[in-house]
């Protein structure tokens, strides 16, 4: 039964927190081409884990795509509880850049406690909560001996960078991950406290466009008035994609999209959300945007946006430069909801991007990933399974959201398996993903292993 084990993780929760902190300085940036040695040590220190926990055929599975060698998967089993169900738990090793590195109170790959948090990049996102998932399966296999399912985990290295990688690995080896439920926690709760399931998480495409003008950098008091430059064009097409009120104009781009329910969005309606405490406290903006005739939670978890990320190019030194460059770039990503298609969102915006491209300038568009969106169902035994066990650790009713983010492979694991996935987050909002200072809170990645310990106590009743 699972006390022994919860008892196990509550006694051997401090080491636990040591193990992850080791994961937490090795710098697996995926993006980072001078960090793909640092991205593979973490990999191998998942797959130590992994096999400490008492996991089986624990190796890496290399990935690779027609233009790039990818990041190693790592994958482990225990299929020993026969005629019980088999739950694949997922997670992914690797994170986003850490710059700027200057906001950060301490370094990014130095993890530091204060008060409660485990500060470092990855921390939450998603280093310490697929180590939630190890801790879970050694905390059943060294007191019971045996796990209440079979288990199999898959944990990839570059989802931040679209899990390519994985997505190739599911269509062409899927039966390898075959199971009757996924588990991914990789999302947040809606309030400290509040034992939350992510139901829905926007799909997205993320491109570059790119602008050319002159052929080569010019003087730009020689030139300026007769030259067209390549970043006014970048500027002018995007005041052009998204309107001021949040509206984006790419002719068809709303087309076929599918809204939540009503039963949904009253539920929203009821969560505990205060917009002017969120647009202080955790935007810290003087106002919020977009889409006004829809609520803050329908803007960022039903509607499509669009947004820029960074616009390399031209002259970015201190000091002063007087250049038109030859060419510019845009990195812009749109988010998508059920009812779009990656591909065919694509094909509108570029096609838009041509009729408006201004005079002068050639521009080129080129996706960089895609994922698509996803709901998933919430009427299964899974799914009680999960709030069953949150009931226990929190005391508390779960409440059912959606994500803003995306989670490319839960599509795949969704459409293609066609196996129903439970999306047990243990994030806070305030966790800084992403961003400088990102932390865990420490109290949930204890309770998180709980959860999952109990989670698949759980699904092992079910049959
Ligand atoms: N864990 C996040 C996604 C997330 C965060 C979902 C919060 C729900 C709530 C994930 O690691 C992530 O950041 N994904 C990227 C995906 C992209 C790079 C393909 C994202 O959403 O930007
Ligand atoms: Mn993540
Ligand atoms: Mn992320």
Redesign the pocket.
């Known amino acids: 039964m699972s006390e022994a084990a919860v008892g196990y993780a509550r006694e051997q929760g401090a080491r636990f927190v040591e193990e992850l902190k080791e994961l937490l300085r090795i710098p697996s940036v995926s993006t980072a081409p001078e960090h793909v040695g640092d991205v593979r040590r973490a990999a191998e220190f998942v797959a130590d884990g992994l096999r400490g926990a008492g996991l089986e055929n624990v190796r890496l599975i290399e990935t690779s795509t027609a233009v790039r060698k990818g990041h190693p998967l790592v994958y482990g089993e225990w299929l020993h509880a026969a005629g019980k169900p088999t739950v694949l738990l997922y997670g992914?090793y690797d994170v986003q850049p850490a710059e700027p590195l200057e906001e950060w109170k301490s370094p990014p790959f130095e993890p530091e406690e204060r008060d409660g948090n485990i500060y470092a990049r990855g921390a939450v996102?998603?280093k310490g909560q697929m180590w939630m998932h190890v801790k879970a399966l050694e905390s059943l296999l060294k007191t019971d001996g045996t796990l209440p399912v079979n288990v199999r985990v898959i944990v990839e290295g570059e989802?931040?960078?679209?899990?390519e990688g994985i997505a190739a690995f599911v269509r062409e080896h899927g039966d390898t991950l075959k199971a009757d439920v996924a588990l991914v926690s990789?999302?947040?709760m809606f309030a400290p406290d509040l034992p939350t399931l992510?139901v829905g998480?926007r799909g997205?495409i993320?491109t570059e466009l790119e602008a050319k003008g002159a052929a080569t950098d010019l003087h730009s008091g020689m030139y300026g008035g007769a030259a067209p430059n390549p970043f006014v064009a970048l500027a002018q097409m995007i005041a052009q994609i998204k309107r001021e009120d949040g509206h984006i104009a790419i002719p068809g781009f709303y087309d076929g999209i599918e809204d939540p329910t009503k039963a949904e969005l009253d539920a929203w309606r009821s969560l505990p959300f205060d917009e002017e405490e969120y647009r202080r406290h955790e935007v810290g903006s003087t106002e919020l945007t977009g889409e006004t005739m829809f609520s803050v939670l329908e803007r960022t978890w039903s509607r499509p946006t669009m947004d820029v990320h960074g616009m390399p190019g031209g002259f970015i030194g201190a000091g002063a430069k007087t250049v038109i460059p030859a060419k510019a770039t845009a990195k812009i990503s749109f988010r998508l909801v059920p009812g779009m298609k990656p591909e065919e969102t694509f094909a509108k915006y570029a096609e838009f991007v041509e009729e408006i491209c201004p005079r002068g300038i050639q521009v080129k568009t080129t996706l960089i990933?895609s994922?698509e969106p996803i709901v998933v169902s919430t009427d299964n035994a899974y799914v009680r399974a999960a709030t069953d066990a949150m009931a226990k650790v929190f005391g508390k009713e779960t409440v059912f959201v959606r994500?803003?983010?995306?989670?490319?492979i839960v599509g795949d694991f969704v459409r293609q398996l066609g196996t129903p996935t439970v999306l047990m987050g243990f994030g806070l909002p305030d966790d800084n993903?992403?961003a400088p200072n990102e932390k865990f809170h420490l109290a949930n990645f204890h309770r998180g292993i709980e959860s999952i310990v109990r989670f698949l106590d759980g699904v092992g009743a079910v049959n």
């Open positions: 992914h996102d998603d989802e931040e960078v679209g899990g990789d999302t947040e992510c998480l997205m993320y990933h994922g994500g803003g983010g995306s989670i490319p993903l992403h």
